[in-house]
């Protein structure tokens, strides 16, 4: 097989999801739930295994290939096509995308069999694979494509999933609107982010006649600087949106409404790092933008500290998990920012494997409180109310209840926390070694966060497997079905070992993408700066062992050991600064009344005033009028009178 | 010239011919008055596709022209004239997609006094369709005041409480609107000697020195129809008081009149005039879109924030038809058949809740989508179409307005298309907040529990403008062939023109 | 006789017309006025007629006299379809047009 023929099977990476829709659309009846499972699984291996066949293509030829399918629009000088890009850069998100989701399509058989079971409506069984397989295919939309409006199709496609699958229990969550209200803000959130990304698409036609990444990008130099900075500012804003940066990372919290499997593939996998790609993709434009590059830089580091402080505090165990990925996509974005895109590609994969780990298996946590909250219920007869399994102050002790999970969680964490030589360790060092190139400050910033990292994995493993159950339904936890923890299985060593790829020394992954993006910065391995992250990740664990695992909480009611020695900054950040509450009262409350005062008394009484004042003022000189109609014959017959002898004293007058 | 086998002739008067059959049929036999008539809407849309057959899509001049002398006034001779142009058709495909649609849509809501309904719907659609064909002034006007008779009494009729002020209203607000536009066009006749729509466009200069007047004539009537802010007030109350069949072709059909006329008359006639108004058209645009998706979301009647919707989704068009490059306006037209599909399909969603519920207000809805689930999934994709989601036929309109005046000369500045793409966030922001009303959340209303799903006739009516929303989302060019020519000359005719004058 | 005798009382005859038609509430009294005022044309009419020694204005008169009489039969056709359905052909009463 050689690269000509195995280029052309591209748009199956798209087509073959979007074939298994199909079939669970119209069949998914007659399979039943495993059926549509496997239908389902198949198809997101089938996008796999299209991957894996155009790596092996690329492996001959490596500069890759453009694959034209059919044209989209073109009007006068606007040209767009659906087109493939078949790099290395691309082919390396696809195997990500393709290979962590059938991993997960395959857990979630196992996960939402339960799930649908205690939300109470098992039909949505399919329905959630339906969502899962359109989502594999806006996936493929987004990295394969060969221009960027095939990509924000991709974009926008990736944030319906999101909104689907967040609002999947829509008639749940805080009175009854929690979860599709968490649905809404992610999207509506996204599309702040999509409005950049749709102006930098429209500075970039207007400065280069095209989107196509094969004549924008060879190109990017020659634009002037004021429209690069332009196109990159509003490119960083769709990053921030998709991508969950500061500003505009509030949505991502509350997404953690959705089943674990989701926030696993879209909220921590692959969905959120479209963000870090479009920079990666856009590297040139960036490069010949210093400006923005800084402002990408900062803007990443930034999050990976403010993320980390808040993920400190949490008690959901997915919202730590949620905040963890934010400040983890930091350390990404502040990678390719600084223009070290093997070191940020890198970062993404390793924590594709590593938080998609810790994802499901908090899932897989969440699913055995569950049981043992029901196993717990039936035996005494009786029905707790406010049971939250999502709690990690209920949970405890669960080491011993749920064995497989906690090894695997515990290589997920420890790889998160960059402890040598799990695969987070080698992809956080190179993004380190270089900021310390690039500069000192985003250096130190980011190894703060590094270390909030560690304690709060610390302290995370401890509420949650250590000491002892701190609720009843703790205490009756069961471990999951092998259909969950076989994938956690694999996902484990991919997690352990995922740091193969780009060894120090070996450097597969950066002379594989080095066909498609030229790194500006060359983070090659420096031992001390290797050194230093280590003895930092094992100093955050260290100190989280300190506070939580030395004496660990017995009852649920204890106040958090960190909360005791932070007081009111605990506070702080356990209500995430507060930003929510600052942007309701800045954005949302605001927006609310002047759409409320546009409608009722400017529309209706100013606009509608007028148009209905028009109306009134031909009443009243109508009403004039109707004074003279009394329907007496005689005043008639006098005004004639009167008008007969004006006429004529006018005529004789005159 | 023999005229029997001209489609457009067909096109137009079928749905006449329609309407004196059904007069003909004894008031009892309901289902034969309907069948009938929707024998006829079914025969114009095979018509419209004879149409298209013939069209000849490279050439964007007027087609099939038939042009026959009519009346003759003051030595001034008004002709029956009727031509297609890409821009023409596209609208003619509208009508007669949309009508047999809507029509199918009061099969169960309308049963009172169903002949009557049926003969003004045909009524109607031959005035709609005889506004975008016509090719002289005169005629022009005569259908363009001939809609409105039957829309009077659709809404007047068959509508809800407030019926009567809100067709009252409808019909003074407009035509105060066109009778500007009468004196315009007799002003232009007398000064040409002609009604000819080619003539007038081949000897505007006759009439340059009072452009600006002339536009605003026009303009005002245009943009009464369209409508854009702040001549809108007539749009939700006509709207929530239509039936359901009404609204649609109101949305889908009869503020395209508006924006068409734009096209077909204010450009190319008064090109001068055109590039000055320019930015005040875009600007007043730009502010319909947001403050159109602004008012939208603080609605509570579902269907009077649908209306809303229109305002600021038709304030897109006109963005791109003022911003006078290709792209835009291109993608204006397109858009023009793009809110027609989504806007209409919303409605008919509404409608159907309406028969459902006999309430338009969202409070008494709430997380239907389990007991609806077909409806449910259908209104989130036309919900999803009119908030412009990415494959789906809104996007491909609106990007190519938005791209088409960021960089636009006429308008000078990319603050227009900047603006007006907040909008795109602020309809996520309605109509999310419109679906999460009525179909997300907790089952708040027992009454809802029995509520049937959407039986074959209803599925019948969306699925096929869901397949033209795909359709156009995925691969427009079909669409945009027929566009481009037509928006070619049309500016070819405009632009340099206007040069010129200065 | 001068012709200024016969116009005034044309005209003196015209002026009791009108104040009986403005005047009175009974429609009789109402058309007899009307009458009045016709013949006070009608002298007019006439008495410019034989001034100048045209016959056209005598012919006129003949049109102006079958006018006035078939307008008394409408009237009075009226005024009994009124008095029918009302009981009162007051003309005050009958103001049902008053805008």
Same mark, same amino acid.
């Given at each position: 097989?050689?690269a000509?023929?195995?280029?052309?099977?591209?748009?199956?990476?798209?087509?073959?999801?979007?074939?298994?829709?199909?079939?669970?659309?119209?069949?998914?009846?007659?399979?039943?739930e495993?059926?549509?499972?496997?239908?389902?699984?198949?198809?997101?291996?089938g996008?796999?295994?299209?991957?894996?066949?155009l790596?092996?293509?690329l492996?001959?030829?490596p500069?890759?290939?453009?694959?034209?399918?059919?044209r989209?629009?073109?009007?006068?000088?606007l040209?767009?096509d659906w087109?493939?890009?078949?790099?290395?850069?691309?082919?390396?998100?696809?195997?990500?995308?393709?290979?962590?989701?059938t991993?997960?399509?395959?857990?979630?058989?196992?996960y939402m069999?339960?799930?649908?079971?205690?939300?109470?409506d098992?039909?949505?069984?399919?329905?959630?694979?339906?969502?899962l397989?359109?989502?594999?295919?806006?996936?493929?939309v987004l990295?394969?494509?060969d221009?960027?409006?095939?990509?924000?199709v991709?974009?926008?496609?990736?944030?319906?999933?999101?909104?689907?699958?967040?609002?999947f229990?829509?008639?749940?969550?805080?009175?009854?609107?929690?979860? +599709?209200? $968490?649905?809404?803000?992610?999207?509506v =959130?996204?599309r702040? /982010?999509? &409005?950049?990304? %749709?102006?930098?698409?429209?500075?970039m036609?207007?400065?280069?006649?095209?989107l196509?990444?094969?004549?924008?990008?060879?190109?990017a130099?020659?634009?002037?600087?004021?429209?690069?900075?332009?196109?990159?500012?509003?490119?960083?804003?769709?990053?921030?949106?998709k991508?969950?940066?500061?500003?505009l990372?509030?949505w991502?919290?509350?997404?953690?409404?959705?089943?674990?499997?989701?926030?696993a593939?879209?909220?921590?996998?692959?969905?959120?790092?479209?963000?870090?790609?479009?920079?990666?993709?856009?590297?040139?434009?960036? +490069?010949? $933008?210093?400006?923005?590059?800084s402002? =990408?830089?900062?803007? /990443?580091? &930034?999050?990976a %500290?403010?993320a980390?402080?808040?993920?400190?505090a949490q008690?959901?165990?997915?919202?730590?998990?949620a905040f963890?990925?934010?400040s983890?996509?930091?350390?990404?974005?502040a990678a390719?920012?600084?223009?070290?895109?093997?070191a940020?590609m890198f970062?993404?994969?390793?924590h594709?494997?590593?938080?998609?780990?810790?994802f499901l298996?908090?899932?897989?946590?969440?699913?055995?409180?569950?049981?043992g909250?029901?196993?717990?219920?039936?035996?005494h007869?009786?029905?707790?109310?406010?049971?939250?399994?999502?709690?990690?102050r209920?949970?405890?002790?669960l080491?011993?209840?749920?064995?497989?999970?906690?090894?695997v969680?515990?290589?997920?964490?420890?790889?998160?926390?960059?402890?040598?030589?799990?695969?987070?360790?080698?992809?956080?060092?190179?993004?380190?070694?270089?900021?310390?190139?690039?500069?000192?400050?985003?250096?130190?910033?980011?190894?703060?966060?590094?270390?909030l990292?560690?304690?709060?994995v610390?302290?995370?493993?401890?509420?949650?497997?250590f000491?002892?159950g701190?609720?009843?339904?703790?205490?009756?936890?069961?471990e999951?079905?092998?259909?969950?923890?076989?994938?956690?299985?694999?996902?484990a060593?991919?997690?352990a070992?995922?740091?193969?790829?780009?060894l120090?020394?070996?450097?597969l992954?950066?002379d594989?993408?080095?066909h498609?993006?030229?790194?500006?910065?060359?983070?090659?391995?420096?031992?001390?700066?290797?050194?230093?992250?280590?003895?930092?990740?094992l100093?955050?664990l260290?100190?989280?062992?300190l506070?939580?695992?030395r004496s660990?909480?017995?009852?649920?009611?204890?106040p958090?050991?960190l909360?005791v020695r932070?007081?009111?900054?605990?506070?702080?950040?356990?209500?995430?600064?507060?930003?929510?509450?600052?942007?309701?009262?800045?954005?949302v409350?605001?927006y609310?009344?002047?759409?409320?005062?546009?409608?009722?008394?400017?529309?209706q009484g100013?606009?509608?005033?007028?148009v209905n004042?028009?109306?009134g003022?031909?009443?009243?000189?109508?009403?004039?009028g109707?004074?003279?109609?009394?329907?007496?014959?005689?005043?008639?017959?006098?005004?004639?009178l009167v008008g007969?002898?004006?006429?004529?004293?006018f005529?004789?007058?005159? | 010239?023999?005229?029997?086998?001209?489609?457009?002739l067909?096109?137009?008067?079928?749905?006449?011919?329609?309407?004196?059959?059904?007069?003909?049929l004894?008031?009892?036999r309901?289902?034969?008055i309907?069948?009938?008539?929707?024998?006829?809407?079914?025969?114009?849309?095979?018509?419209?596709?004879?149409?298209l057959?013939?069209f000849?899509?490279?050439?964007g001049?007027?087609q099939?022209?038939?042009?026959?002398?009519?009346?003759?006034?003051?030595g001034?001779?008004?002709?029956?004239?009727?031509g297609?142009d890409?821009?023409?058709?596209?609208?003619v495909?509208l009508?007669?997609?949309?009508?047999?649609?809507?029509?199918?849509?009061a099969?169960s809501?309308?049963?009172?006094?169903?002949?009557?309904?049926?003969?003004?719907?045909?009524?109607?659609?031959?005035g709609?369709?005889?506004?975008f064909?016509?090719?002289?002034?005169?005629?022009?006007?005569?259908?363009?005041?001939f809609?409105?008779?039957?829309?009077y009494f659709?809404?007047?009729?068959?509508?809800?409480?407030?019926?009567?002020?809100?067709?009252?209203?409808?019909?003074?607000?407009?035509m105060f609107?066109?009778?500007?536009m009468?004196?315009?066009?007799?002003?232009?006749?007398?000064?040409?000697g002609?009604?000819?729509?080619?003539?007038?466009?081949?000897?505007?200069?006759?009439?340059?020195?009072?452009?600006?007047?002339?536009f605003?004539?026009?303009?005002?009537a245009?943009?009464?129809?369209?409508?854009?802010?702040?001549?809108?007030?007539?749009?939700?109350?006509a709207?929530?008081?239509?039936?359901?069949a009404?609204?649609?072709?109101?949305?889908?059909i009869?503020?395209?009149?508006?924006?068409?006329?734009f096209?077909?008359?204010?450009?190319?006639?008064?090109?001068?005039?055109?590039l000055?108004?320019?930015?005040?058209?875009?600007?007043l645009?730009?502010?319909?879109?947001?403050?159109g998706?602004?008012?939208a979301?603080?609605?509570?009647?579902?269907?009077?924030?649908?209306?809303?919707?229109?305002?600021?989704?038709?304030?897109?068009?006109?963005?791109?038809?003022?911003?006078?490059?290709q792209?835009?306006?291109?993608?204006?037209v397109?858009?023009?058949?793009?809110?027609?599909?989504?806007?209409?399909?919303l409605?008919?969603v509404?409608g159907?809740?309406?028969?459902?519920?006999?309430t338009?207000d969202?409070?008494?809805?709430?997380?239907?989508?389990?007991?609806?689930p077909?409806?449910g999934?259908?209104?989130?994709?036309v919900?999803?179409?009119?908030?412009?989601?990415?494959?789906?036929?809104?996007?491909?309109?609106?990007?190519?307005?938005l791209?088409?005046s960021f960089?636009?000369?006429?308008?000078?500045?990319?603050?227009?298309?900047?603006?007006?793409?907040?909008?795109?966030?602020?309809?996520?922001?309605?109509?999310?907040?419109?679906?999460?009303?009525?179909?997300?959340g907790?089952?708040?209303h027992?009454?809802n529990?029995q509520?049937?799903?959407?039986?074959l006739?209803?599925?019948?009516?969306?699925?096929?403008?869901?397949?033209?929303?795909?359709?156009?989302?995925?691969?427009?060019?079909?669409?945009?062939?027929?566009?481009?020519?037509?928006?070619e000359?049309?500016?070819?005719?405009v632009l340099?023109?206007a040069?010129?004058?200065? | 006789?001068?012709?200024?005798?016969?116009?005034?009382?044309?005209?003196?005859m015209f002026?009791i017309?009108?104040?009986?038609?403005?005047?009175?509430?009974?429609p009789?009294?109402?058309?007899?006025s009307?009458?009045?005022?016709?013949n006070?044309?009608?002298?007019a009419?006439?008495?410019?007629?034989?001034y100048?020694?045209?016959?056209?204005?005598?012919?006129?008169?003949?049109f102006?006299?079958t006018?006035?009489?078939?307008?008394?039969?409408?009237?009075?056709?009226l005024?009994?379809?009124?008095?029918?359905?009302?009981?009162t052909?007051?003309?005050?009463?009958l103001?049902?047009?008053?805008?």
């Amino acid at each position: 097989m050689t690269a000509e023929t195995l280029f052309p099977l591209v748009p199956w990476v798209v087509l073959i999801p979007l074939a298994g829709i199909l079939i669970n659309l119209l069949a998914g009846r007659a399979l039943g739930e495993r059926g549509v499972g496997l239908v389902a699984s198949l198809a997101a291996l089938g996008s796999f295994a299209v991957s894996v066949l155009l790596a092996v293509g690329l492996a001959q030829q490596p500069e890759g290939q453009s694959l034209l399918l059919a044209r989209w629009m073109s009007i006068g000088s606007l040209n767009v096509d659906w087109a493939f890009r078949v790099d290395t850069l691309s082919v390396t998100m696809m195997l990500v995308v393709s290979g962590v989701g059938t991993l997960i399509h395959i857990y979630s058989i196992g996960y939402m069999h339960d799930d649908t079971r205690h939300n109470g409506d098992p039909a949505r069984f399919r329905r959630f694979f339906l969502y899962l397989n359109l989502f594999i295919a806006a996936m493929m939309v987004l990295v394969s494509a060969d221009n960027y409006l095939m990509m924000f199709v991709g974009w926008e496609g990736v944030g319906l999933c999101s909104y689907l699958l967040i609002g999947f229990w829509f008639e749940k969550g805080e009175a009854g609107l929690g979860n +599709a209200r $968490a649905a809404k803000k992610a999207f509506v =959130v996204n599309r702040i /982010g999509d &409005l950049g990304f %749709l102006i930098a698409m429209f500075t970039m036609f207007w400065a280069f006649g095209s989107l196509s990444f094969g004549e924008v990008l060879p190109r990017a130099a020659e634009a002037a600087p004021a429209v690069l900075l332009a196109i990159t500012l509003f490119f960083l804003l769709a990053v921030t949106g998709k991508s969950a940066q500061l500003p505009l990372f509030t949505w991502l919290p509350d997404a953690m409404a959705g089943p674990t499997p989701v926030s696993a593939l879209i909220h921590a996998a692959t969905m959120v790092t479209a963000g870090v790609y479009l920079v990666a993709r856009s590297l040139p434009i960036f +490069a010949a $933008a210093p400006a923005a590059q800084s402002a =990408v830089l900062w803007v /990443g580091a &930034l999050t990976a %500290l403010f993320a980390a402080t808040i993920a400190v505090a949490q008690t959901d165990i997915k919202r730590v998990l949620a905040f963890s990925t934010i400040s983890q996509l930091g350390f990404m974005v502040a990678a390719v920012g600084m223009g070290a895109v093997v070191a940020g590609m890198f970062h993404l994969i390793t924590h594709a494997f590593f938080k998609a780990l810790l994802f499901l298996g908090a899932g897989s946590v969440i699913l055995g409180m569950e049981r043992g909250h029901e196993r717990h219920a039936q035996a005494h007869d009786g029905h707790h109310g406010g049971f939250d399994p999502q709690d990690m102050r209920f949970m405890g002790g669960l080491r011993s209840r749920m064995p497989v999970t906690f090894w695997v969680y515990l290589i997920g964490g420890l790889a998160l926390a960059g402890v040598a030589p799990l695969s987070g360790f080698f992809s956080k060092d190179e993004i380190l070694a270089a900021a310390e190139q690039v500069s000192p400050a985003v250096f130190v910033v980011l190894l703060i966060a590094a270390l909030l990292t560690a304690f709060y994995v610390a302290r995370q493993l401890a509420l949650v497997f250590f000491g002892q159950g701190r609720s009843e339904a703790a205490r009756a936890a069961t471990e999951s079905s092998p259909v969950i923890t076989v994938p956690l299985g694999i996902l484990a060593a991919l997690a352990a070992v995922g740091g193969a790829l780009n060894l120090p020394g070996s450097h597969l992954l950066g002379d594989w993408l080095h066909h498609t993006v030229e790194p500006l910065v060359e983070a090659g391995f420096n031992p001390l700066t290797a050194g230093i992250a280590l003895v930092i990740a094992l100093a955050g664990l260290g100190l989280g062992w300190l506070l939580y695992g030395r004496s660990p909480l017995t009852r649920a009611e204890e106040p958090d050991p960190l909360a005791v020695r932070l007081k009111g900054l605990f506070t702080w950040l356990r209500r995430k600064w507060y930003v929510d509450e600052i942007y309701n009262a800045l954005f949302v409350t605001p927006y609310t009344r002047l759409s409320q005062m546009l409608a009722g008394p400017v529309d209706q009484g100013l606009i509608d005033g007028v148009v209905n004042g028009a109306g009134g003022m031909a009443r009243l000189l109508g009403n004039l009028g109707r004074s003279l109609q009394n329907g007496y014959v005689r005043s008639y017959a006098l005004i004639m009178l009167v008008g007969v002898a004006l006429i004529f004293t006018f005529l004789l007058a005159r | 010239m023999n005229l029997s086998n001209n489609p457009l002739l067909w096109v137009t008067f079928l749905p006449l011919a329609g309407a004196l059959l059904v007069a003909l049929l004894p008031d009892a036999r309901r289902s034969w008055i309907r069948w009938t008539a929707m024998a006829a809407a079914l025969a114009t849309f095979a018509a419209s596709l004879w149409l298209l057959a013939g069209f000849d899509p490279s050439s964007g001049q007027m087609q099939m022209v038939i042009q026959v002398p009519w009346l003759r006034v003051a030595g001034i001779s008004i002709d029956f004239a009727l031509g297609v142009d890409g821009i023409t058709l596209l609208m003619v495909l509208l009508t007669a997609f949309l009508v047999p649609l809507a029509m199918l849509s009061a099969w169960s809501g309308v049963r009172e006094r169903v002949k009557g309904f049926m003969i003004l719907f045909l009524l109607l659609e031959t005035g709609l369709i005889g506004v975008f064909l016509a090719l002289d002034l005169v005629l022009f006007y005569i259908f363009w005041e001939f809609t409105l008779v039957p829309m009077y009494f659709l809404i007047g009729l068959w509508g809800y409480s407030r019926r009567i002020y809100a067709a009252l209203k409808f019909f003074i607000f407009t035509m105060f609107g066109s009778l500007l536009m009468l004196l315009a066009i007799i002003f232009m006749g007398l000064q040409a000697g002609t009604f000819n729509y080619t003539d007038l466009l081949a000897q505007r200069e006759l009439f340059a020195g009072a452009q600006l007047w002339l536009f605003f004539a026009f303009a005002l009537a245009f943009a009464i129809k369209v409508p854009m802010f702040p001549l809108h007030t007539w749009l939700p109350d006509a709207h929530v008081e239509a039936p359901t069949a009404g609204s649609v072709i109101l949305a889908g059909i009869m503020l395209k009149m508006g924006a068409y006329g734009f096209l077909r008359y204010n450009l190319p006639l008064f090109p001068e005039a055109t590039l000055r108004a320019a930015p005040w058209l875009a600007g007043l645009a730009v502010v319909g879109i947001l403050y159109g998706a602004a008012t939208a979301f603080a609605q509570k009647d579902a269907k009077r924030l649908v209306a809303y919707s229109s305002v600021s989704h038709l304030g897109f068009v006109m963005l791109g038809i003022f911003a006078l490059t290709q792209q835009s306006v291109a993608g204006g037209v397109l858009q023009m058949v793009n809110h027609g599909l989504s806007t209409g399909a919303l409605f008919l969603v509404v409608g159907m809740l309406y028969e459902r519920r006999h309430t338009r207000d969202m409070a008494a809805y709430g997380g239907i989508w389990k007991v609806v689930p077909v409806l449910g999934a259908l209104m989130l994709a036309v919900v999803l179409s009119s908030a412009a989601l990415p494959g789906t036929n809104g996007f491909v309109g609106e990007f190519t307005i938005l791209l088409g005046s960021f960089g636009a000369p006429a308008l000078g500045t990319p603050w227009f298309a900047g603006l007006a793409t907040v909008g795109v966030i602020l309809a996520a922001v309605y109509l999310l907040h419109l679906y999460e009303r009525l179909f997300l959340g907790p089952l708040t209303h027992e009454e809802n529990r029995q509520m049937p799903d959407l039986n074959l006739r209803e599925v019948l009516i969306l699925v096929p403008i869901l397949v033209m929303v795909f359709w156009i989302g995925l691969y427009p060019q079909p669409f945009l062939d027929l566009i481009n020519p037509s928006v070619e000359t049309l500016l070819q005719s405009v632009l340099p023109a206007a040069v010129a004058m200065h | 006789m001068p012709l200024s005798y016969y116009l005034i009382l044309s005209a003196i005859m015209f002026l009791i017309g009108i104040l009986g038609v403005l005047l009175r509430r009974n429609p009789l009294i109402m058309f007899m006025s009307l009458e009045l005022m016709f013949n006070a044309a009608n002298l007019a009419f006439v008495a410019f007629a034989a001034y100048h020694q045209a016959l056209s204005g005598q012919l006129f008169v003949f049109f102006v006299m079958t006018v006035a009489a078939a307008e008394v039969a409408v009237g009075l056709a009226l005024m009994v379809a009124i008095f029918r359905t009302r009981h009162t052909i007051d003309v005050d009463e009958l103001s049902m047009l008053q805008g």
